[in-house]
């Protein structure tokens, strides 16, 4: 999940990418930028991709920044955001060592971009996101939830014993083989095929308190089963697969 991988996933992106405000049916995103902006105040979007959200942050705030470390999603980004001379796009590596191209902001974004293997990267990234948001501004922070992908894993346990498979085999039908366990034991999962990143609510608190975060709001953002399985059958209903939703201040 390096620069590269997501360079390629400019053009088909919307196919081939999970979207976290695609999924997003009680409209619970939009919502919290209307209610966490005030007049003048500035935004940043850490990993805005193809730029889904940015038009959101656009009719609340005075001024965008849009950042993100491939040039062909910047530039589909700007295309959407063509109207829009409030918005600045600026080509960064949150995982570099290059100072910030702007100013820490009031609200910052930062949905599903914080999902790499690498341990290392991804603490650079922490450090990059949270030094720029201003002393009184906030984070909101979108992640897969590992809590969620271990209750996935259950859902299809069950499924399967439901199905008639006696308890040995629906345990091999439903798990991975030992393999990559230690990995998975880190949260990192495949999703599609490619190890992303998933965390637990407590390891976020530990992250978030680490940083100088104190209040931090949680919330799950669910999505429907279809997002787990093909075809999942009628009685899987609530609780939902979730990502886990973080307002975040000091
Ligand atoms: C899953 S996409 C999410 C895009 C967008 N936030 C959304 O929700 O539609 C992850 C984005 O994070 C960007 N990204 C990942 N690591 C990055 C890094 N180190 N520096 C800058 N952007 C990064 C990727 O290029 C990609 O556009």
Redesign the pocket.
């Known amino acids: 999940?390096d620069?590269a991988y997501?360079e390629k996933t400019a053009g088909n992106y919307a196919a081939d990418?999970?979207?976290?405000?695609g999924n997003d049916s009680r409209t619970r995103i939009a919502e919290l930028i209307s209610h966490l902006a005030a007049p003048q105040q500035v935004a940043a979007?850490?990993?805005?991709?193809?730029g889904?959200?940015i038009s959101l942050l656009s009719e609340h705030f005075s001024e965008i920044h849009a950042?993100?470390?491939?040039p062909a999603?910047l530039q589909e980004a700007a295309k959407k955001s063509a109207e829009n001379s409030h918005v600045s796009f600026h080509e960064?590596?949150?995982?570099?060592e290059a100072p910030p191209p702007f100013a820490p902001v009031d609200l910052g974004?930062c949905?599903?971009?914080l999902?790499?293997p690498d341990v290392e990267?991804r603490q650079r990234?922490w450090h990059t996101v949270t030094d720029l948001i201003a002393a009184s501004g906030k984070l909101l922070l979108v992640v897969p939830s590992h809590e969620s992908a271990l209750f996935t894993s259950y859902r299809r346990l069950d499924w399967n014993l439901r199905a008639g498979l006696d308890g040995k085999d629906a345990e091999t039908q439903s798990y991975e083989s030992d393999e990559n366990a230690s990995a998975r034991e880190q949260g990192v999962r495949p999703i599609d095929g490619v190890p992303t990143k998933h965390f637990l609510k407590e390891e976020l608190e530990v992250q978030f308190r680490d940083l100088g975060f104190e209040n931090l709001e949680f919330e799950k953002l669910p999505y429907p089963w279809t997002t787990e399985f093909d075809d999942p059958p009628e009685w899987m209903a609530e609780p939902n697969p979730w990502h886990w939703l973080v307002v975040a201040s000091r």
């Open positions: 999940m620069r997501w990418i999970f979207s976290v405000l979007d850490f990993g805005c991709g193809p889904q959200i950042c993100d470390w491939s999603l960064f590596d949150l995982s570099g974004l949905i599903n971009a999902i790499g990267e990234i």
